[in-house]
């Protein structure tokens, strides 16, 4: 389960992995190659499922 209060989030807060990454890809298509790399990258190079990045971008925690 993920934490995760940010923009496209439940109510509660409460995501599984699977519902996490959906917003995070429906809400922040390219974010994570500005954010974390600094630089633009193309939509193919960026590892959709990489929730390392999604929780480190967003701020979300994963719960026990």
Same mark, same amino acid.
């Given at each position: 389960?993920?934490?995760? %209060?940010?923009?496209?989030?439940?109510?509660?807060?409460?995501? %599984?992995?699977?519902?996490f990454l959906k917003i995070m890809h429906t809400e922040f298509p390219e974010m994570?190659?500005?954010?974390?790399?600094?630089?633009?990258?193309?939509?193919?190079?960026?590892?959709?499922?990489?929730?390392?990045?999604?929780?480190q971008f967003s701020g979300a925690t994963?719960?026990?």
């Amino acid at each position: 389960m993920i934490y995760y %209060t940010g923009i496209g989030s439940k109510i509660d807060g409460i995501h %599984t992995q699977k519902e996490f990454l959906k917003i995070m890809h429906t809400e922040f298509p390219e974010m994570i190659a500005w954010k974390l790399k600094g630089v633009p990258l193309p939509p193919e190079k960026i590892k959709k499922n990489d929730l390392a990045r999604w929780l480190q971008f967003s701020g979300a925690t994963k719960m026990p």
